[in-house]
Nanobody, 125 residues
Framework: QVQVAESGGGLVQAGGSLRLSCEVS????????MGWYRQAPGKKREFVAA????????NYHGNVKGRFTISRDNAKNTVYLQMNNLKPEDTAIYFC??????????????????WGQGTTDTVST
């Protein structure tokens, strides 16, 4: 049974940075693409970033491109999301997911057991 656990959320001022981590257990981590989604209050969950199992394919939502960086350490079964120059509109619950779609416009949604519980990021003005 796969387990996905996020950490690193918190409160930060606009312009600041946060680094999220997500550790995966129960599956062979380096065989699966990994990604991040977020859900802001009153809004639908949206794609943030995804990285292929090899790290060679990376995609971002246009709203975060140039500010966020996804990376992974297969030796630690961990994927990261470095978030810089944060804006109040980045306030959301951030979810890590295994086997995400590779592009933001995909309609594919991973099964429920591949998602973490989420970590809350709040960006103040």
């Amino acid at each position: 049974q796969v387990q996905v656990a996020e950490s690193g959320g918190g409160l930060v001022q606009a312009g600041g940075s946060l680094r999220l981590s997500c550790e995966v257990s129960g599956r062979t981590f380096n065989r699966y693409d990994m990604g991040w989604y977020r859900q802001a209050p009153g809004k639908k969950r949206e794609f943030v970033a995804a990285m292929s199992w090899s790290g060679s394919i990376i995609n971002y939502h246009g709203n975060v491109k140039g500010r966020f960086t996804i990376s992974r350490d297969n030796a630690k079964n961990t994927v990261y999301l470095q978030m810089n120059n944060l804006k109040p509109e980045d306030t959301a619950i951030y979810f890590c997911v295994e086997d995400p779609p590779r592009t933001p416009d995909s309609t594919y949604i991973p099964s429920a057991d591949l998602w973490g519980q989420g970590t809350t990021d709040t960006v103040s003005t």
